[in-house]
C-alpha cells in the first residue's frame, strides 16, 4: 500500500508541476545594453545644394509593414541560429556575428545571405606614466612618446585582420574610423600615414633601442635590463574576444625585440579597477588590449583627438597621465571648439592632427572590426553600417521577403525582453531598441548609409546659422541659410518652471535678450493631426509634441513631484547650450527652436521635437499614468529612481508595474487627468483626455499592456519568460510601404581601373575608373568625388588629385607630361578612392603600371 | 546527517507508560531545540561565506568602480554632444552619473557594513532588491525574479527527475532479483555512458531531432507565437520538454540503475531475507517487507535530495536548450556580481536543506521502528 502511496504521491507531484509551468501569468517584455546612437557628422566643405539623385522603386498601394506580423524569438547561439535560417524555422538573426566559421558557413550557403557592418574597434592603450613608475620604481618606455609611435612599425596589421580576424575587420591607422566621411574627405592624408606606418619591425626594433638606451637600459643576452633587473611589460590582455589573440600577439612581439613580457589576461571587469581606474603610476600594466564601440555613421570625427588623447577626454587618472605637444593640444582643442570657419581650414587642422596623433601615439589603432547579420537569402531589410539591421531605424519599414506581401518574419536574436520598457528611462538594449523602433517612429530617420537624416513625420525644415560657421547641406528637403545674428524671441520657452507647472521664456530668463548660434523651424504636413493615429486609436496631437517639451526640463527639476537625480546632470548639460523653443503654430505645427549646439550638416541640426524619448515613442496620456504612479512613489521611470525609492521599474509591456498603471489608468480616467495642468491643459481638453483614456483602457483590456507608438507594428504580446514577442502590421498607418525601399542594401561603389600598362616619363597618360553597384553605372549626380594619389617606384606620394567625370559610371585620370615627369622609374602605383554621395564607406582601387624614360 | 538513534524493541509495563511519554516529549523537544539551533549557525555561516565569496571579500566593490567608469567612458566616447561640452562641464556631468551609480549601488558604504546587512535581510528572507538583473517581465524584486524562474525549473527538471528517480528504482529492484541476467549485464555495461553530462547528450539531441530530422525544436519553453489556450500551451511545453528530459534521463538512468541494484543486492543478501525465502514467503512480500522497508530512509532521503536539488537547475543544460531556469538565472548573477541575486538563491536552498535534514530524521523514525528521534543509543 505504502508503494502505491508513493508512486500516486509521485505522479501528483509532477502533475501539479505541469500545472504551475503552464500558467500564462507572466507577460510581456524585453530588455539590454543599448547605447543611445549618437551620429557624428562630418561633412563637405564646398557643397551647398546638392541634391542626392536615388533610384525609386514602383509604387504600391500597400501602406506601413510589408509582413503581416514579426515573431521574435530568443537564440542565443549564433551556430545554432545559422542552422536554424537553413532550416527555415527562422528568417533573420537579429546580431552581428564576428566568429569568422559561423561567417564563413553563412556564406558558403546558397540559401543565406548576410549583411555586413561595423561597429567595435580596436587599438593598444598605453600607459604613459614614467619613465620611471613611482610605485615600483620599474622603468616604464611607453612613456617616451617615440616608443610609442615606434610600436606601429611593431604591428602587423594585416595579420591582425587575416589571422586573427579572418578577413572581418579592415586594417586601422588613425583616430578615424575607415567608413567615415572623414576618412574619405582626408583619404590622401590617412593613406600617407597608413604607408609610412606600415609593418616594418626593423625600423621598430632601430628606434626602439636607440630609446631605450637613452633611458640607461641595456641589451644583455637579448634580454632589456634597467638597474639589472629585465625590463617588464605588462600587458592587460582581454579575453572575451578577439584581443586574446591580439594581447597573444603584440606580447610575442615585444619579447622578439628583448622585452620580458607578463600576460595578464583578464575580463572586462577584472581590467577596468587596473586600467581605467587605477593610478598609472602605480606600474601595474603597461599595455591594454582597448575596444572602442561606434553606433552610427560617423559624420564628424574632430573630437576624438581632444577625447582620445589629451586629460580633458575624462577626468580619469590615466587620461590625466597624458601629456600631448602643446601644438597637438592646441589643434586638438580647436577642433572639438569647433574654431575654424572654413571646411578647407577644417581640412588642414585634421591633417595636422592625424600627424601629430601617430607621433604621440597613446593610442595605436590596430583594427576595424567588421560583422554580419545573417538572414535568409530572400529576405530584404535596411541595415545600418554601423547599428546593422538591429540598429536601423529603417528595419520595420523595409523588411520583407522577396516578391511577397504579407506573411510572417520570424527574428532571432540572442536576448530577448532585457529590461523594462518604458520610453523615458526605460531598456537601453539594443535587442529591446530593435523592437521598439518597430513601434515607434521618429520625425526625422537617419540614412543608415550616411548618418544625415531624412524626413519621416516632418514636411521641410530651415536651418539657419550663424555667419562663419562651416555649415553645409546635402538633401534637399530643408533649406540652409546664414544670419550675421540670431535673435531669439522674447515669447520663446527657455527653460521650466517646475513648481508652477509652467515655461520660463527668454525674456525672463535672459532680460536682456540673447542670441543662438543655429535656429531651425521645422514644419509638420497640415494633415498631421489626421493621418497619424496612435495605436490605441487616439488621434496624435499637439499635446504629445508639448509633453515631450515638458519632459526635456521636467524631471530634472528638484522641485519636480517626479525629479529625479539620475537625470538632474543631463538636463543640465542640455540647458548650458540650449536657448528656446518656440510653439510658433499648432495647425499646421511649427516648431523653432534655438541652440549654441551646432552640427557640420545642416540635416543633423533640425529639432523636431517629435515624441520619441530617449528610450521611445509615447502619447501623452501615456506618459500621464505612469507619471501618476512615479510621483506617488509607486514606481519610477528610471532604474536608478526605483533603486532609490525601493520601487519597481517602470514597465509598460509587463510585470508588477503593469497592475499599477491600471490603477492610475483608472484614477485618470476618473479624474480627467491632465499632468501638467497649466501648461498642458492649454493644449488638451477634457474631452480629448476622457477619449484617449478610454481607447488606453480597452487597449490594455484586449492586450494587457500599455505599450503603444504609432509605427508601422503595435506590440501584439510578449511573452517574458518564453522568450517571445509578437508584433502586428499596424493597419491605420499612413504611408506607403516603398517609402524606405531604397534603402534595402548599401550601394557601396564597386572600382576598376584600367590604363595603359607602361607609361614614357614625360609624356601624358590616361586612365579609365568604372564605377558601378549591382552591376549598374553609377550616377552621376550620386557620387560626391573621386581621388586618385600615385605613388612611385620608391612608395613615395608624388602626385595627388581629381578625377574628370566622363559619364554614369565612368571616371578619368588624366596625368599630364610634367605630372609623369615626377615619377621614378620602375613600377608606380595608382590608387582611387570614390566617395559616395549615398553611402559614408570609400570604395578603393589600385592599379600598377611600368614608368620608363 | 541524521542524529536519530536506534534502540532494540521492547515491551513496556503500563504503569511506565505516562512516564515514558513525559521523557519522550522532553527529549524530543531538546533535540529539536539543539537540531534547530545546530541547523541555524550553519545557516548563518554558509550564508556569510557566499556574500564573502560572492563579492571576493569587497574587491567586487573595485571591480564595480572600475565597470562605472568604463561604461561611462564608452557612453562619452559615442555620444558626441557630450563630448563636445567644456572639459570641466564634461568632468562635472561624468562624476555626477559616476557618484549617482555608485550610490544606487551603495558603494558609497563600506563592503563589511553591507555584507552584514545583506546577512541580516538573507536570515530573514528579506531578499531585497537586484542591483543588475530584472526579472523577465521586469521586476527587480529578488523574490519575483526567483519565482517567475521557478516553474520553468521545477516542470523540467522535476519531471526528469522524479521520473529517473522511479524508473530507477522499480528497474533496480527488479534486477536485484535477477543478478546475472542479460538485462542486468547490459545495464552494467551502460553504467560508464552516465560519465557524460547532460548537456553533452542534448547537442546530439537536438543535432538529431532538430536539426537533421526537423521533427523537435531546438530549445526554448514552447512555440512562438506561444499558443493561447492552455491546452494548446500544455502540449506545446510537453514538445519542448522532450528533448531536455531526454537527455538529463540518458544521462544518469544507468548509472542510478547500477546504484540502486547494487544497494537493494547487499539487502537481498541479508539472514532475514534469507530466513523469509526460507520460511516460504512470497517474493512480493519479501521485496515489500524485508528489502524495501528496511531501505525506505535511504530512499526518501535521496528523494528528498533530489527535490531540493532542484532548486538551481542545471546551467549548461539550460544554456543548450534554451530553457529559462533559475542555473542560467544563478549563472547571469554571478557573471553580474548581483550579490542579492546569489545570497537570495542561496539562503532558499539553504533553508530548504535545513528544514530537509531536520525532517528527515522524524521520518527516519516514522517509516523505520528501530529508529528513535533524539534517543541514547548508537547513531544511526
Sequence with gaps: MKRYSLLVVGLLVIASMVLSACQQGTQVVTQVVTEEVEVVTTVEVEKTVEVVVTPEPTPVERNGAWVDTIVVVEEPSADAAVTRLQNKDIDLYAFTVSNAEVAAKVAASPELKSERSFGSYNEL????????????????????????????????????????????????????????????????????????????????????????????????????????????????????????????????????????????????????????????????????????????????????????????????????????????????????????????????????????????????????????????????????????????????????????????????????????????????????????????????????????????????????????????????????????????????????????????????????????????????????????????????????????????????????????????????????????????????????????????????????????????????????????????????????????????????????????????????????????????????????????????????????????????????????????????????????????LRFSAPPIAEVEVDGEDRVTIGSEASFDVFVDFEGQPYLLADIDNVKYLVFDANGELVLVGQAEAVEDGLFQVNLSAEDTGKLAEGTTRLEVVVVSKRVAVPSFASFQFVTAP | MTEATQSPVTASPSSLEKKAAASTLSRLAKYTLVKVLTLAVTIVIGVYLTIIIANMGGEVDNIRRGEIRERIALMVSMNQDLRRLPAEERSKYINDMVRIEEERLGLDRPFILRSFTYLADAMSLNLGRAQYLTSDSGSKQVRLIILERLPPTLVLFGTANILLFFTALFIALGLSRHYGSFLDRVVIALAPTSAAPGWFYGIFLILIFAAILNVLPYGGMVDAPVPETTIGYALSLLKHMVLPTLAIFMSSIFVTIYSWRTFFLIFSSEDYVEMAKAKGLSSQMIERRYILRPTMPNIITNFALLIIGLWFGAIILETVFNWPGLGRLFYRAIGLFDTPVIVGETVIYAYLLAITVFLLDFIYALVDPRVKVGGEGPKA
Design chain 1, 125 to 740: 592603450t598605453f600607459n604613459p606614466a614614467g619613465p620611471v613608475f613611482e610605485g615600483t620604481g620599474k622603468l616604464n618606455p611607453f612613456a617616451v612618446p617615440a616608443i610609442r609611435e615606434a610600436m606601429n612599425w611593431l604591428i602587423d596589421r594585416d595579420y591582425i585582420v587575416q589571422e586573427i580576424m579572418k578577413g572581418l575587420g579592415v586594417p586601422r591607422y588613425t583616430p578615424f574610423n575607415v567608413a567615415s566621411s572623414d576618412y574619405a574627405r582626408l583619404a590622401e592624408v590617412v593613406r600617407k600615414v597608413e604607408l609610412k606606418y606600415a609593418y616594418n619591425k626593423e625600423k621598430a626594433q632601430e628606434i626602439i633601442t636607440a630609446e631605450m638606451e637613452k633611458l640607461g637600459a641595456t641589451l644583455v643576452d637579448g634580454k632589456w635590463q634597467y638597474n639589472g633587473e629585465p625590463v617588464e611589460i605588462i600587458v592587460l590582455i582581454r579575453t572575451e574576444d578577439e584581443r586574446r589573440q591580439i594581447g597573444d600577439y603584440v606580447a610575442n612581439q615585444l619579447e622578439d625585440i628583448g622585452f620580458t613580457v607578463t600576460r595578464d589576461y583578464k575580463t572586462s571587469a577584472e581590467a577596468s579597477p587596473i586600467w581605467i581606474r587605477g593610478n598609472p603610476n602605480d606600474g601595474l600594466w603597461h599595455i591594454y588590449t582597448g575596444g572602442w564601440i561606434t553606433t552610427a555613421v560617423p559624420r564628424d570625427l574632430g573630437d576624438n583627438f581632444d577625447f582620445f588623447y589629451t586629460p580633458r577626454g575624462l577626468p580619469q587618472p590615466l587620461w590625466q597621465a597624458y601629456t600631448p605637444s602643446e601644438e597637438f593640444d592646441k589643434i586638438a582643442l580647436d577642433l572639438v571648439n569647433r574654431a575654424y570657419t572654413t571646411i578647407e581650414e577644417r581640412t588642414e587642422l585634421m591633417a595636422k592632427a592625424l600627424e601629430l596623433a601617430l607621433q604621440d601615439s597613446v593610442r595605436v589603432w590596430l583594427a576595424d572590426r567588421a560583422s554580419i547579420t545573417p538572414m535568409r537569402a530572400e529576405l530584404q531589410v535596411a541595415s545600418d553600417l554601423y547599428g546593422a539591421v538591429y540598429g536601423s531605424q529603417l528595419w520595420p519599414y523595409t523588411i520583407r521577403r522577396e516578391g511577397e506581401v504579407g506573411g510572417s518574419v520570424t527574428v532571432a536574436m540572442p536576448s530577448i525582453l532585457v529590461e523594462p520598457w518604458n520610453a523615458l528611462a526605460g531598456t537601453n538594449w539594443i535587442y529591446d531598441q530593435m523592437l521598439i523602433r518597430g513601434t515607434g517612429e521618429y520625425g526625422l530617420v537617419f540614412d543608415p548609409f550616411t548618418g544625415l537624416t531624412y524626413p519621416n513625420r516632418v514636411e521641410k525644415a530651415e536651418v539657419v546659422v550663424q555667419e562663419g560657421l562651416p555649415v553645409t547641406k546635402t538633401l534637399d528637403w530643408l533649406t540652409l541659410e546664414f544670419a550675421p545674428s540670431i535673435e531669439v524671441p522674447g515669447d520663446a520657452w527657455a527653460d521650466w518652471d517646475a513648481e508652477q507647472q509652467r515655461f520660463i521664456t527668454v525674456a525672463e530668463k535672459f532680460p536682456e535678450g540673447t542670441t543662438a548660434l543655429r535656429k531651425s523651424v521645422v514644419y509638420y504636413p497640415a494633415d498631421l493631426y489626421e493621418k497619424v493615429k496612435w495605436h490605441d486609436g487616439s488621434p496624435f496631437s499637439a499635446g504629445d509634441v508639448v509633453m515631450g517639451i515638458i519632459q526635456t526640463f521636467d524631471r530634472g527639476k528638484e522641485a519636480s513631484p517626479y525629479y529625479d537625480a539620475s537625470i538632474a546632470p543631463q538636463v543640465e548639460s542640455f540647458l548650458s547650450s540650449f536657448k528656446g523653443v518656440k510653439i510658433v503654430s499648432t495647425d499646421p505645427l511649427v516648431i523653432e527652436t534655438y541652440s549654441d549646439l551646432w552640427n557640420l550638416d545642416a540635416e543633423l541640426n533640425v529639432s523636431d521635437w517629435w515624441p520619441f524619448y530617449a528610450q521611445g515613442q509615447a502619447a501623452w496620456h501615456a506618459l500621464a499614468i505612469g507619471l501618476k504612479a512615479d510621483g506617488a512613489g509607486e514606481a519610477a521611470f528610471s532604474a536608478a529612481k526605483a533603486d532609490e525609492l525601493q520601487v519597481e521599474w517602470l514597465s509598460y509591456i509587463s510585470g508588477p508595474t503593469i497592475d499599477i498603471l491600471k490603477a492610475k489608468l483608472d484614477e485618470a480616467s476618473a479624474e480627467g487627468f491632465i499632468p501638467y495642468a497649466p501648461t498642458l491643459g492649454e493644449y488638451v481638453t477634457a474631452e480629448e483626455a476622457a477619449a484617449r483614456y478610454a481607447n488606453l483602457t480597452e487597449w490594455h483590456r484586449q492586450r494587457g499592456h500599455f505599450w503603444i507608438g504609432t509605427n508601422v507594428f503595435y506590440l501584439e504580446r510578449a511573452f517574458p519568460v518564453e522568450g517571445t514577442v509578437v508584433l502586428r502590421r499596424y493597419n491605420d498607418y499612413s504611408e506607403k510601404a516603398d517609402r524606405w
